[in-house]
């Protein structure tokens, strides 16, 4: 994770969002094909329910670390945007 405010993710943190990776950008215009004379691709149509999905996976895979001494309330992590957590891994 790129510097910024706080420690980042812990290991095992860091290694569940890196496995999203090759799923997410499957999902993303971005990694799809562009043909000449053809519209361009779009974003899959469940992306944003796809990543708020995985957000929850995420809470409760390391709920016991986001609730200990000093780490931010389940509150203040959802008010991130999920499109930059991702980004933030993915470091665009």
Do not use: Y
Not at 45 to 69: G, H, N, Q, V, Y
Not at 77 to 86: A, D
């Amino acid at each position: 994770m790129p510097s910024g405010k706080g420690e980042g993710f812990t290991g095992a943190q860091g290694q569940f969002l890196d496995d999203l990776v090759p799923a997410f950008l499957a999902k993303t215009a971005c990694r799809k094909p562009a043909i000449p004379g053809d519209p361009l691709p779009t974003d899959d149509s469940d992306l944003s329910s796809w990543i708020t999905e995985r957000l929850r996976e995420f809470e409760a895979k390391f709920a016991d670390e986001l609730t200990a001494p000093g780490a931010k309330a389940p509150t203040k992590i959802r008010e991130v945007s999920s499109w930059n957590i991702l980004l933030n891994v993915l470091q665009f």
